[in-house]
Every structure is written in structure tokens, then in C-alpha cells.
């Protein structure tokens, strides 16, 4: 089967910086998003992975390991216009693109 | 932003009355998605579309139809509309069948379905 593991919610602080991770299970792989889903709004492309490591754009960071089938998405200098839902999505061996449940993110001043 | 517009932004329709969503894209991209999302379920495919009149079954098919016969259009029909039915559908567009760095999917704003 396949399966994607984010945690349903969290929380942090204004300021501060927080990860989001997500474990993978699928069939294959050929690379990773995130995507940011404001409330009642379109998800919007965040950051892909196909390597190990880190990419970094500006105060988001996403990382991949591979071996251990595991991203996290690390979100610095937090803002209230952070809150929002982050989606893992993976793309399999047949380049569909899987999406995992959401972690909803309440930013707290 | 990628021009996508989804239509209507919302509707509320009872259990076995046909429903069509609409999906017009300006990008002149080849394909077309259809998701549903639902709480509790990430994001799941419905149908999607390669071309004109070139279209497949996702994960979550049944129930479902679509027609694609113009570039800019993606309709989806719900022949007999059921409660479990009730949903946001986001439509999504891509220029390649080979998503990455640069060839992203790009989603509508959503619509959101009520059965009743």
C-alpha cells in the first residue's frame, strides 16, 4: 500500500521556528512537495525534493532522506500568515502524485 | 498565478439530481486533475486528463464522470449525486505528465459540494 504520516496539527509561536515532519510508504519514488493550503483556500507549491539534503528558499526549508523514507518542512521566523495547513505529497514510481492528510499549523502571538 | 477558474464556488443539491463542475484553465496546459478533499483523507484523485477527449480513472472514480473537449475545460459529473459525495473538489493543472522543480500542479480555488 501506500502511505504518507504527517502530524494532524500543531502549534508554535510567533517568532519561533518549527519542523513538520512526514514519513513515506509508496511505491516507488521520484521526488517529494509541500504544499501551503490556507483555510478555504488552494494549496500552493511550497518546496520539492528529489535528493537527500536540504533546499532551502527564504524562511522555509524542506529535507529529504531517502533511506529512511522521512521530509521535514522547517518553517523559521514564524508569522501569523503561517497558519495553515502544510501537505506532503509523493510522487511514486508511476510519477502519481500522492498526498498525505495535512498538518494544520495554529501560529500563536 | 496560474489561471484556473473553477465553477460554481458553491452548491448545495439533493441526493440523486445530476451535478457537473466546471474547470477552465487560460494556461493552455495539457493536463487536467480532479481531486476531492475531505477531512481526515489527504488530497485524492478523482479523474484526470492528458488531452483532448484522453482522460482516466483516479483513486476515487466511482460515482464519477468527466468530459474534456476543448483545451481550457474540464468537466466533472456526478451522475446521481449521493451524500457521501459531499466535498471541496479542487481542479488542478499541470503542463507535464512529469511533475518536479519546475512543472508543478497548480489548483483552482475549489468548489465546495453540499448533498443533501
Known amino acids: 500500500g501506500q502511505n504518507i504520516d504527517q502530524p494532524t496539527e500543531m502549534t508554535a509561536t510567533e517568532g519561533a521556528i518549527v519542523q513538520i515532519n512526514c514519513t513515506y510508504q509508496?511505491?516507488?519514488?521520484?521526488?517529494l512537495f509541500w504544499y501551503q493550503q490556507h483555510a478555504g483556500e488552494a494549496p500552493t507549491f511550497l518546496s520539492y525534493?528529489?535528493?537527500?539534503g536540504l533546499e532551502e528558499k527564504g524562511r522555509f526549508s524542506s529535507f529529504l532522506s531517502r533511506s529512511k523514507g522521512y521530509s521535514y518542512l522547517l518553517l523559521k521566523e514564524l508569522q501569523m500568515k503561517d497558519s495553515a495547513s502544510y501537505l506532503c505529497?509523493?510522487?511514486?514510481?508511476?510519477?502519481?502524485?500522492?498526498f498525505g492528510k495535512g498538518t494544520r499549523l495554529h501560529i500563536l502571538p | 498565478d496560474a489561471g484556473i477558474t473553477q465553477s460554481p464556488r458553491h452548491k448545495v443539491t439533493e441526493t440523486g439530481t445530476p451535478v457537473t463542475l466546471r474547470c477552465h484553465q487560460t494556461?493552455?496546459?495539457?493536463?487536467m486533475y480532479w481531486y476531492r478533499q475531505d477531512p481526515g483523507h489527504g488530497l485524492r484523485l478523482i479523474h484526470y486528463?492528458?488531452?483532448?477527449?484522453?482522460?482516466d480513472k483516479g483513486e476515487v472514480s466511482d460515482g464519477y464522470s468527466v468530459s474534456r473537449s476543448k483545451t481550457e475545460d474540464f468537466l466533472l459529473t456526478l451522475e446521481s449525486a449521493t451524500s457521501s459525495q459531499t466535498s471541496v473538489y479542487f481542479c488542478?493543472?499541470?503542463?507535464?505528465?512529469?511533475?518536479?522543480?519546475?512543472?508543478?500542479?497548480?489548483f483552482g480555488s475549489g468548489t465546495q459540494l453540499s448533498v443533501l
Open positions: 488542478a493543472i499541470s503542463d507535464s505528465e512529469y511533475l518536479g522543480p519546475n512543472e508543478k500542479l497548480f
Open positions: 494556461e493552455n496546459h495539457r493536463y
Open positions: 486528463s492528458y488531452g483532448v477527449k484522453d482522460t
Open positions: 505529497a509523493v510522487l511514486n514510481r508511476d510519477d502519481k502524485i500522492i
Open positions: 525534493n528529489v535528493l537527500d
Open positions: 509508496t511505491s516507488g519514488f521520484n521526488g
